[in-house]
């Protein structure tokens, strides 16, 4: 069974830019929930979705945005490019709530 | 806001030792989750522990759930340098509340 799979790997941009990160859940997984990782603040949640609809956010600025389509495929956004938004972003994938989660390798985004 | 917080944040120890790191909260979890994630990878589950007293052994991992299911603690005996990495505990249902994690290096 193939696991979660992250694309790009790597991401370079510029202050202002935006960019969009892409992530395969595990076929049959329903659920993608996206998380951001820094050596400051650790792991924190960005947002969730389930059949295309958003079910819970995390405490992040607008600039952070997502989607999921039918084929539980997501995608993030995240427009106006902060420094601070440098970071591992990662996807995981599972059935649904209480269910566990999987996670891919991550794209690893600086900004400069 | 539920909150992990994981001790030591970082363990060098010598191949053949044994350790444990902890996992704490003031909350009550449903379950936890314990990963390890290598660097340049994602976290990878290597547990979840679900009912209080709970004791989970894999291979040379050992893995318990506090009676009150506000703590839990991961043991690993004679360790490996394939051990090092970062190991964070989690819990919540639909959305993961991570502590930042205890990073071991084995050599």
């Known amino acids: 069974k193939a696991g979660v799979t992250q694309t790009p790997r790597y991401l370079i941009k510029t202050r202002g830019q935006q960019v969009t990160l892409s992530c395969s859940p595990i076929s049959g997984h329903r659920s993608v929930s996206w998380y951001q990782q820094t050596p400051g603040q650790g792991l924190q949640f960005l947002f969730e979705y389930f059949s295309e609809t958003q079910r819970n956010k995390g405490n992040f600025p607008g600039r952070f945005s997502g989607r999921q389509f039918s084929n539980s495929r997501s995608e993030m956004n995240v427009s106006t490019l902060e420094l601070g938004d440098s970071a591992l972003y990662l996807c995981a994938s599972s059935f649904g709530s209480g269910y566990e989660q999987y996670f891919g390798p991550g794209t690893r985004l600086t900004v400069t | 806001t539920q909150l992990l917080e994981q001790s030591p944040q970082f363990l060098s120890i010598q191949e053949g030792e044994n350790l444990t790191v902890y996992c704490n909260s003031s909350s009550v979890f449903s379950s936890l989750q314990w990963y390890r994630q290598e660097p340049g990878e994602g976290p990878v589950l290597l547990v979840t522990?679900?009912?209080?007293?709970e004791v989970k052994k894999l291979k040379r991992l050992t893995f318990q759930f506090g009676d009150a299911r506000k703590d839990s603690s991961l043991h690993i005996t004679a360790a490996q340098p394939g051990d090092t990495g970062l190991y964070l505990c989690?819990?919540?249902?639909?959305?993961?509340?991570f502590g930042k994690g205890t990073m071991l290096l084995v050599s």
């Open positions: 522990v679900v009912t209080g007293g």
């Open positions: 989690a819990g919540g249902y639909s959305t993961l509340t």
